[in-house]
């Protein structure tokens, strides 16, 4: 309904050598990333670090940012909040930093009940989340990545073309591995909000990658004497302005999230501004290209002879 850009002919494809290269680097970084990730060598989260779980009961009702500022404040780092507002409760996950369950403990108490002595906070519970619960953790989020990608193959390749279904997963994989080698170069904390965000950009990915296929097939079907690279950049420019409104709609929704979202929201916010950039730029430059180059530039549809 909302055209921006009308009848262009941008050449796309005449400039995925240069993207190629782009696309090399960010999927290095991301490999890079994966293998440091891997190995221990990186800001792993409670999740996949291991740490203490400390759950303590108030006498009132407490706000969970006034708790987030007053563990800040007194030097805590690497802690994860969870409200239990029924209960007045507050569970505090810290990373493992060489303390003992008991010291972690007697740690975050004393700062709550310097800061909420008259809402009484104690312990009403703590304990210790292994590393080999943190490996488990490391090692299921990974697959269920590796298992999202299969799933992509198989749905792109029943609803069009095995040679699509490949373009789709090789360019999943790339935005996959683009914000991870990002948020490992800016040090950012690998846990499982991450992972969400990856799955989640995966299937935004996904369905910019489906928009772009879905005319292309149309086209190839029309044009059955032209090349797959005139084809593929004629779709392109047809449906442009609806991968314009699409990504900019998704981008200043993570972008007020990131602002307005608080801290528990502000990397996945962050993870979803650089997929929707990266993805929308994957569907056009790693998909499509990969399509050419596996049909020979030679339209599959055309009867042969």
């Known amino acids: 309904m ?7 002919k941008i050449d796309f494809m005449g400039k995925r050598k240069y993207a190629l290269i782009i696309s090399a680097l960010l ?13 221990g060598n990186a800001n792993m989260g409670v999740d996949f670090a291991g740490g203490t779980a400390v759950q303590i009961k108030f006498s009132q009702a407490v706000d969970l940012h006034q708790v987030r500022l007053a563990l800040e404040e007194s030097g805590l ?12 409760k507050v569970l505090v996950r810290v990373k493992k930093e060489g303390e003992t369950v008991g010291e972690a403990s007697d740690k975050i108490t004393g700062i709550l009940t310097q800061k909420f002595a008259d809402k009484k906070p104690v312990i009403d519970q703590s304990i210790e989340i292994g590393p080999k619960v943190g490996s488990r953790l490391r090692d299921d989020a990974l697959w269920a990545v590796v298992m999202a990608s299969v799933g992509i193959l198989i749905y792109i390749a029943w609803r069009f073309q095995i040679l699509f279904g490949i373009g789709a997963t090789i360019a999943t994989f790339h935005d996959v591995l683009a914000v991870l080698g990002i948020f490992w170069l800016l040090d ?6 991450l992972i969400t965000a990856l799955l989640t950009l995966a299937g935004y990915s996904l369905t910019d990658t489906v928009v772009v296929f ?3 097939r ?4 029309r044009y059955l004497k032209d090349l797959v690279h005139d084809v ?31 801290e528990v929201l502000h990397d996945f916010a962050l993870a ?19 399509v050419i180059l596996l049909s020979k530039d030679k339209n599959p549809l055309t009867p042969k002879k």
């Open 2 to 8: 909302i055209e921006l850009v009308k009848n262009t």
């Open 27 to 39: 999927a290095s970084l991301g490999v890079f990333a994966l293998v440091q990730i891997w190995l």
């Open 77 to 88: 780092k690497d802690f994860d909040l969870q409200d239990l507002p029924t209960e007045n």
């Open 188 to 193: 950012k904390e690998i846990n499982l909000i």
């Open 214 to 216: 879905d005319r292309v």
């Open 218 to 221: 149309e086209n190839l079907k």
């Open 232 to 262: 593929v950049n004629r779709s392109i420019n047809e449906v442009l302005s609806r991968t314009i409104v699409t990504s900019a709609t998704v981008f200043i929704s993570a972008l007020a999230l990131f602002i307005f979202g608080g």
């Open 272 to 290: 979803m501004l650089l997929g929707v950039v990266i993805g929308t730029y994957s569907s056009v430059f790693i998909a499509s290209p990969i």
